[in-house]
């Protein structure tokens, strides 16, 4: 079982729509990061959290700490959103490393205009 | 362009033959880290370096693998005797030393090196 989870695996949706991707995880944490990836392999780091809750334009991410649960919202979806979202953790997990991170599998968004 | 650049971008080659990437980082950035990513799976961790120190390797680092970053600015990293598993992109990133509470910080991501062993 992956130290971290993500659900869905893919997700399509019309623009405009409201997206929620979610990602669980097992262990003790230092940080949570949401990252994007496009076609082509460049990863880009959204968010990092320790806990609560960031902003950034259309992009919203959440952690819960107890629950060991963190969301990545996005408003007003548009076509340029459609990429693969990874939800990745830092710290007390198995094969990450004491700094590395330890990636879920991604979740492929697609938004049809 | 995260700042972060990485060469080859694509690499071919025959299994057997031995292969070198080199990553460059943030000039600012202490942290370096090297990343496996198979296809449709998330990136995994291979190994990690302070400066010049490297303080941490990942298990899936066979005795194949070896990454140097002998000036604490570039890094490379070498498989020899390549297997056709080892097919894959290698992702490199850098961070800062961490001035947050948490200890981490954001890791900034090279464009990769995608190798394909024949």
């Known amino acids: 079982k992956n130290e971290v989870e993500q659900s869905p695996q893919n997700l399509t949706a019309q623009e405009g729509e409201f997206i929620t991707i979610n990602c669980s995880y097992s262990v003790g944490i230092s940080a949570l990061h949401w990252l994007q990836q496009h076609p082509g392999g460049g990863i880009v780091s959204l968010f990092m959290l320790s806990s609560g809750k960031k902003k950034h334009g259309r992009l919203i991410a959440t952690i819960n700490i107890q629950e060991k649960h963190s969301s990545l919202h996005i408003t007003a979806s548009h076509p340029r959103d459609s990429a693969v979202y990874i939800c990745?953790?830092?710290?007390?997990?198995?094969?990450?490393?004491?700094?590395?991170?330890?990636f879920g599998k991604g979740t492929h968004l697609i938004i049809q205009p | 362009d995260t700042g972060v650049s990485q060469d080859p971008r694509h690499k071919i080659t025959k299994r057997g033959q031995n292969v070198t990437f080199r990553c460059d980082p943030i000039s600012e950035h202490n942290r370096l880290y090297w990343y496996r990513q198979t296809l449709g799976q998330g990136p995994e961790f291979l190994t990690y370096f302070q400066n010049e120190a490297q303080l941490e390797k990942s298990r899936l680092l066979s005795d194949r693998f070896s990454a140097e970053r002998p000036k604490g600015s570039f890094s490379t990293l070498e498989i020899q005797r390549t297997e056709q598993g080892d097919s894959a992109m290698y992702l490199c990133?850098?961070?800062?030393?961490?001035?947050?509470?948490?200890?981490?910080?954001?890791?900034?991501f090279g464009p990769g090196t995608r190798l394909t062993v024949l």
């Open positions: 990133a850098s961070s800062q030393r961490a001035s947050t509470l948490s200890g981490v910080n954001t890791q900034y």
């Open positions: 990745a953790v830092t710290g007390r997990v198995t094969g990450g490393g004491a700094d590395g991170l330890t």
